[in-house]
């Protein structure tokens, strides 16, 4: 590859070489797959091609590559750098200000021709590229004038604010002037990354802070579920008598599993996480007396505001009793508070621990378990407690989604579960409240926006089904978050303890245990 | 009696399969020290691309089963072993310094993407495929039920022990397998004395995905129906065999493959069918418990 440095006509060459074979490789990796689709005929498969789709993608693939060749990796002046700088604190060069203001006049006219034409899929881009920009301006200007602000206290306090006040802020401006807000789509949206906040919570106790790699975290998950599901239907018990209860056999469950892989490490304690997390599932779906196997289970109870249920009619309904009018949204907003409630005390419980003996233990063994073990930490109990609170906070959560949903089955806790919970924790950056929640709400939510592109469907044509695509970007966006953002989106973490004033560590520091 | 030699043979043959995608985990375990858990999914893309050569080959019109065979299974081999080299580069290669978690997340990736690519562009549906190759031999008859060796399970057995004596002596006798040895022992060491480390891992990657596309061509010739989801269980089960066997240790990977294939038949013949995974899955956590290093691997040195 050209060095930098060199003129653009000289590194034209060797770009365009290796955009060739990057084509040619992509040709011969989707040649069969893509070109040809297997279709199911009388007599027996038999084969479609798609030669257009084939010659798009590899097309895709040698001008992707090209510009990347030219622009961004080897040019004397990569474009990227003026994006970087807007969010770090590097000074602008004129250079960078000229490319900032091209890509700002390219955006603003394609969002214009998008107004203009009506092309959602064009506005959507500009926008995005837009407020992007917008993001690191404002960024740069308020760390200019305000360079010593605690920004992630704040971050955390406004949070924590817009969480508790949205849904009832919604809700009045809703009922005072009919705006017409799709107020269950939103409350629905936030209680689903409110578990995945929770969960991610939950399992960063595990990983995070005890360096446990635990891929069937979605085990105590299913424990919490069924154990609330299963008492609530066979014995009749309401929510919060169960979720302690559901909990406690969680927790009591992270001890059970916890116990065989005590002498494991690394990735085979993970794969044997996974082992389990299988186990759990097939028995869920197969021991059919006593789970209904697939079928599930239905009609679980929802939650009571202090045994006044969310009900229509009834003698002592929540409506009735403060004498307003009944709405089915009430009973989704005091969901929404459940578990805002559930992940705080998930939260708090979490910063607790870690200023605890048993909470330094854990972080001890995950930097180095020999080294904690010669320092007289029992490291067996330290595992087993990390395993049995993350299982605990799992199955509180899971006995939420039990009563949310009304209805269980087996299928609601696949592999894929952990690896979202997984992917969230890493993704946040291992060990980092904060960093944990935006990842759940960039995973979650991203994941939930794609469901909603019908800008996408006007773009692609009538046959794009964006349902089909949501696993396939979810995956790519696993990988390349990874690659571009190895330590997470949060990449630095306060130490636990710390002589006189508390600085962020980067994270390149801390090595992650071999436990 | 019978029935349990019959067993044994399906179990054999099973089992053959899981060694060979076993040793994709066990090569790339013993090199860089991470799962690669995209792998299982590597045995299903090479299945699906043996399938459609396979129907590719047939309507050239080739229809002599042992030269189509054998072309589907250089082309499934080439192209899968590519789409190995792929996934190495673009998600554990920028990750190699990285902490330990991080290939091991873009693995996970790689998996999800990989069975959502050949969802979106294969269908959902399973795929079925008329059998190819039949007949068989009668080896013994007790009353009413006969021991039977179908050619299949011939060639799967046959496959397997040619591929794992040229695997052998790859490892064993060439250039490849010695720098792929000094890379497994100490990296820097190795590229410090002049090995390529880059390109013995990526040949690493290379020749495993290349013995999980037989594997995926010997699995849809024995089952007659895949999906995009084969990779998943199968992979674990495979991984599971690795670990059995000792990870790193190439006869160890064969020999777990064969003990977890063997358990899994045996356990649906005699027990319950449902369960079989959990036999198999429990028996990874046993051995683990008992045999860390597993059966033929070596002890592990702890240092500070």
Redesign the interface.
Known sequence: MAEPGTSFSQRLGPALLDSLLAAI?AF??F????G???V?SVT????ESRPTLLAIVVGIVFFGRLLLNLFVWHGDYPITTPFAKLFNSEKFDRLDIRVLGIVAALATLILAIGIAIGNAASQLVGICVLAFMGLGLVRRTVVHFFPNLPYGRIFTVGGIAFAVLFPITAYILEKAFHLGLPLRYFFDLSILVLTYVMLGWGLNIV?GLAGL?DLGYVAFYAVGAYTFALLATHFGLGFWICLPIAGAAAALWGIVLGF??L??R???L???T???G??VR??L??WTDVTNGPNGVSGIPKPTFFGLPFTPTGDATFSSFFGLKYDPIQGIIFLYYVILALAMITNLVTLKLRRLPIGRAWEAMRE?Q??CRSLGINTTITKLSAFSIGAMFGGLAGSFFATRQGFISPESFT??ES?II??IV??GG?GSQLGVAIAAIVMVGGFEALRHTEHLQSFFGEGFDPA??R??L??????GI??WR??GIVGTRTPSIALEKARPIPKDLV??G?A | MAYFLQQLINGIALGSIYGLIAIGYTMVYGIIGMINFAHGDIFMVGAFIALIAFLLVMSLGITMVPLALLIVLLVAMALTAMWGWTVERIAYRPLRESFRLAPLITAIGMSIVLQNFIQVAQGARVKPLQPVVTGGYTLYEEGEFAVNLSNMQILIVVTTLVLMTVFWLIITRTALGRSQRACEQDRLMAALSGVNVDRTISLTFVLGAALAAVAGLLYLLYYGVIDFYIGFVAGIKAFTAAVFGGIGSLPGAMLGGLVIGLIETFWSAYFTIEYKDVAAFSMLAIVLIFFPTGLLGRPEVEKV
């Open positions: 490789i011969a990796l040649s069969l797959l893509l040809l689709r297997t199911d027996g498969l038999t084969l990983v790699l065989p892989v002498r494991l690394g990735d085979y993970a794969i044997v996974l082992a389990f299988e186990i097939i028995v779906l197969n180095d020999i080294a592999f894929i690896a997984l992917a890493v993704l291992m089909l695509y696993m396939l979810f995956g790519v966006a696993m990988v990874m690659v190895p330590r090595e992650e071999s």
